[in-house]
């Protein structure tokens, strides 16, 4: 089973930041926290992923608590083209295990 | 990143048939995964395929229904056999890319898309 869980849709305006919310209160101290989306049933497209500090590339910025048990996934100026499912994932040694994900909804 | 390949795309075939899926890579890796997504679901992984070694499946999944090849360290095929209208998923080959600094990686292919009639 996914040891996250994320809320199944969220909207968000074109050009506004979209924050993505994802609980992960089981994490164990070796799991980084990786997010994933995907397109219109293409293949899922790594994002970002990170271990306890905030990381941020040129897709999106990530933001861990302090206690590790929740993360927020940030696309600063969202697109149309950002218009996906979400996926919230710990890994560390394993396989990964994708949940149902957040679908995110652009709107213009 | 690594680069995936898979052929072909979409298939639709006829039930008691079965089809062989190709997954190349543009460089080396030394974990290679199959996972298949029902319509309308999340990713399931049916199983790990090291190159050298016979695949590990999951739960649920077994090898005479999906046998899986790893001749090499840039190529894997999986075959789902005596198909049935329920194997109609996307099937999606990914590798994991280890870095020196942070977790591994893991990258997707674009899936081929298979309906059983």
């Known amino acids: 089973d996914a040891k996250t869980t994320q809320p199944p849709s969220m909207d968000c305006a074109e050009g506004r930041a979209a924050n993505l919310p994802c609980n992960h209160s089981t994490i164990s101290g070796n799991e980084y926290v990786y997010w994933y989306r995907q397109i219109h049933s293409q293949g899922p497209q790594y994002i970002i992923h990170?271990?306890?500090n905030n990381e941020t590339n040129e897709m999106a910025s990530l933001i861990i608590t302090e206690d590790r048990k929740s993360s927020t996934l940030i696309l600063p100026h969202a697109t149309l083209r950002d218009t996906a499912v979400y996926y919230c994932?710990?890994?560390?040694?394993?396989?990964?295990?994708f949940g149902p994900g957040t679908r995110l909804s652009v709107l213009p | 990143s690594a680069v995936i390949s898979q052929k072909p795309s979409r298939d639709i075939c006829q039930r008691g048939t079965s089809l062989t899926i190709q997954c190349q890579v543009d460089s080396q890796v030394t974990m290679m995964f199959w996972y298949r997504q029902q319509p309308g679901q999340s990713l399931t992984l049916i199983a790990t395929a090291n190159q050298g070694s016979e695949a590990t499946y999951e739960s649920g999944f077994v090898i005479d229904k999906f046998p899986i090849s790893r001749p090499n360290l840039t190529f894997s095929t999986l075959t789902v056999s005596n198909m049935s209208p329920e194997d109609s998923s996307i099937y999606l080959c990914?590798?994991?890319?280890?870095?020196?600094?942070?977790?591994?990686?893991?990258?997707f292919g674009p899936g081929t898309r298979l309906t059983v009639t």
């Open positions: 990170g271990l306890k």
């Open positions: 990914s590798v994991e890319e280890g870095r020196l600094a942070g977790g591994p990686e893991q990258y």
């Open positions: 994932i710990v890994h560390y040694g394993q396989n990964f295990v």
